[in-house]
């Protein structure tokens, strides 16, 4: 019998392939994610600091512009820190979406590598019937010319 060959072996290779690919999308992805949160950390740190100075500054003697600037600075701050909250968002989506895919990649070759186990499996039970067939066959015939020769 000839060597085990599995048919559909170009189509496990071609998804491993998707699933490695699927792997590096969701692992940038998450990178993102990581980088738009320590963003959006920062922001909000700075926001926490221009607070802080203006409330010190409240508690100082104040200049005429300084409780406008800093005022301005904190709107701007905040209206900054929303765009970054609606960009971590979108990159979280991004995220679960790039893990999903990679999910389906997976289960799509996972499937195959199954099967490929299962056609090898049948394979070698097939090798065996046969190697068994053989045996009994050299067996009967020894026999047969042992009864043979009384």
């Not at 950390?41 to 500054?57: I, V, W």
């Not at 209206?79 to 979406?97: H, M």
């Not at 199954?114 to 190697?131: C, D, G, H, V």
Request: net charge positive; with cysteine.
């Amino acid at each position: 019998m000839k060597a085990f060959a599995f048919s559909l072996e170009a189509v496990l290779i071609v998804r491993a392939r998707e699933e490695q690919a699927a792997a590096e999308a969701w692992a940038r992805a998450v990178r993102e994610q990581t980088r738009a949160g320590q963003t959006l950390e920062a922001a909000k740190q700075a926001l926490d600091a221009a607070q802080t100075a203006l409330g010190q500054t409240r508690r100082e003697r104040i200049r005429p512009g300084d409780q406008t600037l800093y005022l301005h600075a904190i709107a701007n701050q905040q209206a900054a820190c929303g765009q970054l909250a609606d960009a971590l968002r979108a990159a979280a989506q991004v995220t679960q979406a790039r893990h999903t895919a990679l999910l389906q990649a997976r289960m799509k070759r996972e499937v195959l590598a199954r099967l490929k186990q299962k056609k090898m499996k049948e394979y070698q039970s097939a090798i065996q019937a046969m190697e068994e067939a053989a045996v009994d066959d050299l067996i009967i015939v020894r026999y047969g010319t042992r009864r043979a020769g009384r």
